[in-house]
């Protein structure tokens, strides 16, 4: 877990960690705007790789990028399909939405 004040650098921290592995990483944001912002981030330093994002209108089963961004509800059915997984806004965790998640990825 990375805990620094905003504009500290915490995502680019999170890119490091993608480039460094070169694997399958699912992005999960708390919210829409979250995800939003990770897109352009990633789309703006990493144009060589694909990005997916699986904003509300997701089908989860069909959808599958090597980077993919997408908000937290749908961590559940798509965790098991990466190799790195970050959760953006992690103090969000104990939320009801993440501990179904947590088990298909651990």
């Known amino acids: 877990m990375v805990v620094a004040p905003t504009g500290a650098g915490k995502t680019y921290l ?17 919210n829409v705007d979250s995800c939003t912002q990770w897109y352009a981030h990633l789309l703006a330093r990493l144009p060589d790789a694909p990005v997916g994002s699986g904003g509300g209108s997701m089908t989860t089963r069909r959808c599958w990028w090597p980077r993919t961004i997408a908000r937290a509800i749908y961590a559940e059915a798509l965790g098991n399909k990466y190799a790195l997984v970050v959760f953006d806004e992690c103090h969000h965790l104990p939320r009801r939405v993440y501990p179904r998640a947590l088990p298909n990825i651990l």
């Not at 480039?19 to 944001?29: E, F, P, V």
Request: proline residues 0%; contains cysteine.
């Open 14 to 30: 999170a890119q490091l960690a993608m480039q460094a592995t070169r694997r399958s990483t699912l992005i999960c944001g708390a």
